[in-house]
């Protein structure tokens, strides 16, 4: 090969697919919950808070999020005046260290494609939440630097 010529390297890539998947950390209590979603938007957004207020029924929540404008808006607002028992809270802009959420979603990718070949996209989703379901809550604890 000439020099500053790079090789063409035919693989089995599934880089064109995106697995979108909202989450949400407890890091007092160490628990999490991850939703695969089609699109990273408003409407999965909504899907993953409706889940939330299912799991954590009648105690009130404090959801902080990082500022993605599929957090915000018209809807959200509306959503958030009828589940009045829910408040989201906005973290500054370019600050991922401050949502414990980023050190689970940092962790997860590390831990499930480092140095491991997929054949194929779907073994990868249910890698990722097979992994997901076995974390401890001390483990999600320490990785949110709670304890």
Same mark, same amino acid.
């Given at each position: 090969m000439k020099k500053g010529k790079q090789p063409l390297i035919l693989t089995k890539s599934q +880089? +064109?697919?995106?697995?979108?998947?909202?989450g949400w950390v407890n890091p007092i209590a160490g628990t999490h919950g991850m939703v695969r979603q089609e699109k990273g938007n408003t409407d999965g957004f909504l899907a993953m808070l409706k889940g939330i207020l299912l799991r954590y029924q009648r105690v009130v929540i404090d959801l902080w999020v990082d500022q993605a404008r599929w957090h915000k808006g018209k809807r959200i607002a509306e959503f958030l005046s009828y589940h009045r028992?829910?408040?989201?809270?906005?973290?500054?802009?370019?600050?991922?260290?401050?949502?414990?959420? #980023?050190?689970l979603w940092r962790t997860m990718r590390y831990e499930e494609t480092t140095d491991t070949y997929? #054949?194929?996209? #779907?073994?990868?989703?249910?890698?990722?939440?097979?992994r997901s379901q076995t974390w401890k809550p001390r483990k999600i604890m320490s990785l949110c630097h709670f304890i």
């Open positions: +880089h +064109h697919k995106r697995l979108n998947v909202f028992r829910l408040a989201i809270k906005y973290i500054p802009k370019y600050h991922p260290e401050l949502n414990p959420q #980023e050190m997929y #054949e194929t996209f #779907e073994e990868l989703v249910l890698s990722v939440f097979k």
